[in-house]
């Protein structure tokens, strides 16, 4: 764990943690994934083997390279077969440190129905709209890619790079009856937007039999993001103690 | 237990945890079972005795007659009223090796309004629909069976065989009014199928209102299906270790 | 405990249980009472002291007369403002041995559409319809009786005796903006259909978007109604195994 | 702790406690606040330091002075950005005792679709109406105050007194695209208020496609708020037992 190549013990933990929080806050099930750029050497990231993220422990972070999508060891576990998802999009967008894959439950309406747009409605979800996603994210239709008998999963470099291309510079990719794919600057960030994605969603849902919906300005969306980025350690935080106390371990 | 004509140790425990898991997610409450064919004599089936799901221990299973619907051993514990959706199955269908029948809070609705159709809208529940069963599961309108002034409960085997018809070849059937059945290959498929037809029926719901819904092509549905059943392990372990933690066993 | 018009300890015992079952099946909040007719003296009932279900002990247990619907000992606890709910029951209707009032949460919205009618869907709810009321619960509107400034509450005999009135020889009787009242002949059968409204009452509201509702025809709910009773322990040794547990005592 | 003016022991337990039994009533998440006002002084307040309100401990808690919003002690911690919606509602309104800021989910549809209103449904949310909001809470749009392009927050003095003015002499406002803001006599009687109105808002969603819906008059609304506030201390017992247990302390 300490030759140089390593990633820190600190980011590990992290990881581990951010599986139990995303299984906890009820974001993935026994499916989606959570990944981050290792933290020396901007060619790698950390994901888990294949399997389900609230049973995720330390010993099961695998070191992927950004190039390949394949892991660095050699015989390494199974891995997930959306690994590209993950590979795909820290290759395209270096700013990127961290990555979820989920089938997050009010969000997938938004996969299914042809038409339909996640747009901000309120000042926790900016990320999802503002100057870079101003009628919020768009949808991969992986017919488009794979064509109309595909196994919908993002399973080849060349659907993840395809994926990468529609999520562009925004914070998230709506996949058609499948989920979505969340981005952020650090793990705590997009843990927070993945979240927040879900929530967001659900009040959309629930605010259209009232009436027209009144989405944030771009404006808006741009500046609550600002603001709320600063705010990310304060759910991180209290979901990781949950988390820690749910597994015997100190907060 | 060791008799040569027992079912293994392992499937009674599977079974009992079966029980468990379907209870811990939601998918039956006090009413509802789930069986599972004999691995030594596939003339057979496994099934508790007549109680909830959620206190089923492995002195609680019962062995049954794929024939007769009725216990293999004289003066058995009361069972349940409608074991022949089980017995009528298997029967009918060699390759059903388990069996759930439940209450399902989301699918009932598909079982209750006129017309609907529970089409699989997201690539885990491509189970639902396929070459198999291309407008998604049928309705077994037991009026049709049984006349308007029943107590809707598939009780004699004839009712069980009427139940096998309109299931098929397919691996979910509604029922109206009532609920739904489900089968596998395995017991761990079953329960995954029980568990994400439950899922996809709740994200019908919730897109209806937002636009016309976009359902899996068949060959998607036939594609999507063969992939996650090589996944049916992960779920399976996950929640299989919840419930036996709650029970205060060993994982 | 002993003294010949005690009621047994096993009724107590019961009804303590009963409090916390509707409270952990979430049918009461901190608001909402459960009663059973004594069991020595039919011109008594018992009901907690006014205070949340989810806390009363066997000590806060009060006996009431049916008459007047007044504490029997002097000096009693402050009681519940609408214990005349209970005692006007137990007087128009000596085949009621337990009554449930609750404001749960998916009955409500049948309490507060004009014109809304809750029928049975499933057959777990057969109790809603059949003979005695084929249209569904009637609603107790208390405008009719105590003017359009009434604080809603059922507080004295003539607005006991009104909603004992409206719910006639049916089981269950909706309340205009406040909630509902259930009655059974026995405590088990009072939880049971007090859980199962609240359980076909989210059916209905989920259903209705997907088209035209399917009611059981009033024979369907009489033989469902009949067949279902016979099966009122089954889930009652559940709940009540779980609500002991979570107080820490044996089941 | 035992200097004049400081808040009693009492009020400061009770504080905490209300923080967590918001968080666990569902009615804040990692973010929203609550307020008490000073028990010693009418020019304080007390809140805690920038934190989510489920990890909220005694030593978390600040005093802040009514006048500028301001922490009243040298070198205070890092405060809640929108520490004046409380600071302007105590200056506008000396009747108010306690204030809950939160992102209610099912309120935020109420706040989300132009023209929605959240009339008093049931009879335990009569506070929304009544004489001082015949039509439910009026609705803070603060680009009425801030422009277009803010970041949704109310962070400056200007902001909370321009939110206070839409308070008005009512319970509740709701906050455009963020939140509701909640108002008492008492700390009871402000989180009673803040988890009924998302009660009542959750009704009123699922009443919505079953008809036209039938508010409480305003009379009504008036009557049932003097009643219910009679019994604010029942929930109250209950929430503060469960969250004591939680943490480990004498209920």
């Not at 609550?224 to 749910?246: K, S, Y």
Request: with cysteine.
């Amino acid at each position: 764990m300490s030759n140089p190549s390593s990633a820190s013990v600190e980011l590990l933990d992290a990881l581990v943690d951010a599986n139990h929080v995303l299984y906890h806050q009820g974001i993935v099930d026994a499916f989606g994934h959570v990944s981050v750029r290792h933290d020396r050497d901007a060619g790698r990231f950390l994901l888990a083997r294949n399997m389900a993220p609230g049973r995720v422990q330390a010993a099961d972070i695998v070191e992927y390279a950004v190039d390949s999508g394949e892991a660095v060891r050699p015989d390494p576990p199974r891995g997930y077969l959306e690994r590209f998802i993950h590979s795909e999009i820290y290759k395209a967008r270096p700013d990127v440190m961290a990555v979820v894959h989920n089938h997050s439950p009010a969000v997938l309406p938004f996969c299914i129905s042809r038409g339909a747009r996640l747009r901000p409605v309120c000042h926790m979800a900016g990320f999802l709209g503002g100057s870079a996603s101003r009628d919020g994210p768009e949808l991969f239709e992986i017919r488009d890619h794979a064509g109309a008998a595909s196994n919908l999963l993002v399973s080849s470099r060349e659907l993840g790079a395809a994926l990468a291309r529609t999520l562009g510079a925004s914070r998230v990719v709506l996949m058609r009856g499948h989920g979505c794919t969340v981005v952020g600057e650090s793990l705590p960030v997009a843990v927070f937007r993945a979240v927040y994605t879900e929530v967001n969603a659900k009040l959309v849902l629930q605010a259209l039999p009232l009436g027209e919906v009144d989405a944030l300005t771009p404006e808006e969306a741009d500046a609550t993001r600002i603001t709320n980025e600063g705010q990310a350690a304060r759910p991180w935080e209290l979901w990781r103690e949950q988390v820690r106390r749910l597994r015997g371990l100190a907060p």
